[in-house]
């Protein structure tokens, strides 16, 4: 064997041998997305019938209507109440469908007062909740024959986190 054929073979045996050690460098190495995966905490799984809303009186004797509610959603999956709104009243809606709102909504309630106020729902949709409200007015001499009325727009959002991670993300999404 010639000096360059050596040299060749000896090349040759140094890279096929750095390239297995690399191989088994980068298999002992967790890659950067699995670590991602593992930074990434996983939604605890809820559904429609896992929330509901009471309501309790505000305690702000300052306002008018003397007492206000608030609408708190509760849920075995939280670890505390979660203020959703402050209204003047809080009432159930059991007829959806007469106020355009989903049938399978996690709750339905309404905060309407002397001629208008906001109507709300709830659905879970790929394990969060989505909160919509709408403004609903009686018509009277001041505006349209017609009652003001908007669409349902996303007014929150809430993800719950396992049990080890109890915190409660909510995000208001007003117009």
């Given at each position: 064997?010639?000096?360059?054929?050596?040299?060749?073979?000896?090349?040759?045996?140094?890279?096929?041998?750095?390239?297995?050690?690399?191989?088994?460098?980068?298999?002992?190495?967790?890659?950067?997305?699995?670590?991602?995966?593992?930074k990434k905490p996983q939604l605890t799984h809820i559904t429609n019938t896992d929330f509901r809303i009471q309501?309790?009186?505000a305690n702000r004797a300052d306002h008018d209507p003397p007492q206000e509610t608030n609408l708190l959603l509760i849920s075995e999956k939280l670890s505390t109440p979660v203020l959703i709104a402050t209204e003047p009243s809080c009432t159930d809606i059991?007829?959806?469908?007469?106020?355009?709102?989903?049938?399978?909504?996690?709750?339905?309630?309404?905060?309407y007062y002397a001629g208008g106020g906001y109507y709300y729902y709830g659905l879970v949709q790929n394990d969060t909740l989505?909160?919509?409200?709408?403004?609903?007015?009686?018509?009277?001499?001041?505006?349209d024959s017609n009652a003001a009325q908007t669409e349902y727009v996303l007014f929150k959002t809430l993800t719950v986190q396992p049990a080890g991670h109890t915190s409660v993300e909510l995000h208001n999404n007003n117009r």
């Open positions: 064997m010639n000096k360059l054929t050596k040299m060749l073979s000896l090349f040759l045996c140094l890279f096929i041998l750095g390239a297995c050690n690399q191989s088994k460098t980068n298999q002992n190495q967790p890659s950067a997305e699995s670590d991602e995966q593992k309501c309790e009186p059991t007829d959806t469908k007469a106020f355009n709102m989903p049938d399978q909504t996690a709750f339905a309630k309404s905060g989505k909160i919509y409200r709408q403004w609903i007015e009686e018509p009277h001499p001041d505006n």
